[in-house]
């Protein structure tokens, strides 16, 4: 859409020198230019602030028209998913498909949101106490071995899935894990590269002093960590709780490979066999695509502050 | 009275003290590292010359698996190709309107909030419904798109059930999710200080000139973030092209990507020494482009050396 190549960058850092050299007489030179042209650049600035606006304003509707039709699709007959000429709003409105849905013999969606809730759940919990703990100490704590440790740590970050899930798989299942949950949730409360590379940059920034004063009043480190500094990091604990809960309610490919029985399935696997099976009842089957939305843009607008807190933080690790 | 305690006893004891405890807060750490990261990359290298299904024991097979996959196995080639263009299509173009809209939001005005909500909106949708989603709005005769298309005149492919429209539906699919990356690139964009910008607008330089030789290098470290991450995981897509067409890759294998073959090979045909050996391939092809991505980074991402 827009005419540019990402990779191409023309003597940049000889222009910035320049920039930075002239900086100086810049300032003298804006302050005369815009005493002598009040009206020019507001205008200007009015067309594409406008512009602008009507581009976004186009975006957002591509970017909501999935969202209105997975729900109005839901609220449809199963006839009238695909009726033509397309029907732009669900008439009749069809609420039953929810409560069918919810019920359904063989996919009985009210216990996949619950298999969810719990899966997410307890991932969620682990994930916070073993990454925290990890990270103050990487941060904050002298032992044998910490460097190599973390330079693993940073190096797995790069690790795609691909090269470790087979053994993974198999190692699960010679310890009798399949079929359950144990697979999916035990790993979580032994810790997660990514988060605690986050919760060390966290523990970095609070002030040592505090934990000193605790020292010279003799507190033991496991004091210290849990009264003083955890209570401290409470916006990284929830940064990585909503990530953690987000992403596990998003992961299929785990569930797909070690869940059998379909009463245990969360979610994302239960739509997925729906699918497989009851292809036809495109209605019910978008109300189980609302069930499984839903959760989550509940939790983002609960918690929006901690989302938008954590992909800035995404975007600075690289 | 514990001032009158010797303090250089008392600090190693302190230090010993402090070992023990980091030691205990990452040992659950160092005992995943090693048993989920390290031991399995090695014994999927092993695994890849054997021949395995499970019920019996890995039996050595020396290159066997390898001359399977560059002689004998004809999904290879679709798969591949499939990836390939998958990732050299989605990567550059998500890429390049993750950076448009985001520059598009980049600017100090009522309802910024909002817009940027709604962007990062779909990434909360679970793969396997949004795929779901996107099977019902690209449905080739009835589908609200086509219909669209229709009312401007415009023949509407069959998307998802023509293999030359099932990958770029699948692209579209992805560009669905890019506001994640859209916030990533605004908060590097809100890093740039404002000051160069005005500097290099006084200095005469136009629009274009600003983005190229100001904004660009100040952000090139997030373009090279985004760009790997994106790599990374585009190599790897699966999810959406299982639910669009299935372990076979339907229409005619052209959404088959190596992820799903390999999942096929592993969990349908329990060939689990092939699919270590197509797993280990694919890592070291993502090794290798995420190490030329990297390398040539050294050209193109302006780093700060003060």
């Not at chain 1, 894990?177 to 359950?180: D, R």
């Not at chain 1, 070690?258 to 399935?265: A, I, R």
């Not at chain 2, 004998?72 to 999904?75: E, I």
């Not at chain 2, 980049?106 to 309802?111: E, I, L, Q, T």
């Given at each position: 859409m827009l005419g540019f190549s990402l990779i191409k960058i023309d003597n940049r850092a000889t222009s910035l020198d320049e920039i930075m050299a002239t900086e100086q007489t810049s300032v003298k030179q804006i302050t005369t230019e815009l005493r002598s042209t009040p009206n020019r650049p507001s205008i200007r600035k009015r067309i594409t602030s406008v512009l602008r606006h009507v581009v976004l304003i186009s975006a957002v509707l591509i970017f909501l028209l999935p969202f209105y039709w997975m729900v109005i699709s839901s609220l449809k007959e199963n006839t009238m998913v695909f009726s033509n000429p397309v029907q732009?709003?669900?008439?009749?409105?069809?609420?039953?498909n929810f409560i069918e849905a919810l019920d359904?013999?063989?996919?009985?969606f009210l216990k996949f949101l619950w298999n969810s809730t719990y899966y997410a759940g307890f991932v969620t919990i682990g994930t916070v106490i073993s990454c925290s703990m990890a990270g103050y100490a990487f941060a904050r704590l002298r032992y044998p071995g910490k460097n190599l440790f973390f330079s693993l740590t940073v190096a797995s970050?790069?690790?795609?899935?691909i090269i470790t899930f087979i053994p993974v798989f198999l190692f699960f299942k010679n310890l009798g894990?399949?079929?359950?949950y144990l697979p999916l949730i035990v790993p979580a409360f032994f810790g997660n590269a990514f988060f605690i590379f986050m919760m060390r940059q966290f523990f970095f920034g609070l002030p040592e002093e505090l934990a000193d004063a605790a020292r010279v009043d003799g507190a033991g480190e496991i004091a210290i960590f849990f009264r003083i500094m955890l209570p401290l990091v409470k916006p990284a604990l929830l940064v990585t709780a909503v990530f953690t809960f987000l992403w596990t309610w998003h992961e299929f490919f785990g569930p797909l490979i070690?869940?059998?029985?379909?009463?245990?399935?969360p979610l994302s696997l239960g739509l997925y066999a729906f699918r497989g099976r009851r292809i036809t009842e495109w209605g019910l089957m978008m109300a189980g695509a609302v069930l499984t939305t839903l959760p989550l843009v509940i939790l983002f607008f609960i918690a929006q502050r901690y989302f938008l807190e954590g992909i800035k933080l995404s975007g600075l690790k690289g | 009275m514990a001032s009158i305690r010797n303090p250089w006893s008392n600090l190693s004891r302190r230090r010993r003290h402090e070992a023990w405890v980091g030691l205990l807060f990452t040992l659950p750490w160092i005992i995943s590292l090693f048993a989920l990261t390290i031991y399995p990359i090695l014994d999927t290298i092993y695994l890849s010359f054997t021949d395995y299904s499970i019920l019996e024991a890995p039996k050595w097979v020396g290159l066997s698996n390898y001359q399977e996959i560059f002689l004998?196995?004809?999904?290879i080639q679709p798969a591949v190709y499939n990836s390939l263009y998958y990732a050299l299509l989605s990567v550059p173009i998500g890429l390049v309107l993750s950076l448009g809209l985001a520059l598009l939001l980049?600017?100090?005005?009522?309802?910024i909030g909002v817009y940027r909500t709604i962007f990062y909106?779909?990434?909360?949708?679970?793969p396997v419904a949004a795929t779901i989603t996107f099977l019902v709005l690209f449905e080739?005769?009835?589908g609200v798109i086509n219909s669209i298309l229709k009312f401007f005149g415009l023949p509407g492919p069959a998307?998802?059930?023509d293999p030359a429209w099932s990958k770029p539906g699948m692209i579209i699919l992805s560009l669905w999710g890019l506001g994640y990356m859209t916030l990533i690139f605004l908060a590097g964009l809100q890093d740039v200080p404002r000051s160069l910008l005005e500097a290099a607008e006084i200095d005469g330089a136009n629009v274009w000139q600003r983005f190229w030789h100001v904004t660009i290098p100040m952000i090139s470290n997030v373009i090279l973030f985004n760009l790997v991450m994106n790599v990374i995981w585009s190599f790897q897509v699966f999810t959406q092209a299982l639910v669009i067409g299935g372990t076979n890759g339907t229409p005619l294998e052209s959404t088959l990507m190596v992820m799903v073959l390999i999942y096929r090979n592993a969990f349908?045909?329990?060939k689990m020494g092939y699919a270590s050996a197509l797993a280990f391939l694919t890592f070291i092809v993502i090794m290798i482009v995420t190490v030329i991505i990297f390398r040539t980074s050294d050209a193109w991402v302006f780093t700060d050396k003060d």
């Open positions: 732009w709003y669900p008439d009749p409105i069809r609420w039953r359904y013999p063989g996919f009985p970050l790069m690790i795609p899935g894990w399949l079929g359950t070690y869940l059998s029985n379909q009463d245990q399935y | 004998k196995d004809a999904s980049n600017m100090r005005a009522a309802g909106l779909p990434s909360l949708v679970p080739p005769r009835a998307w998802f059930s349908r045909y329990f």
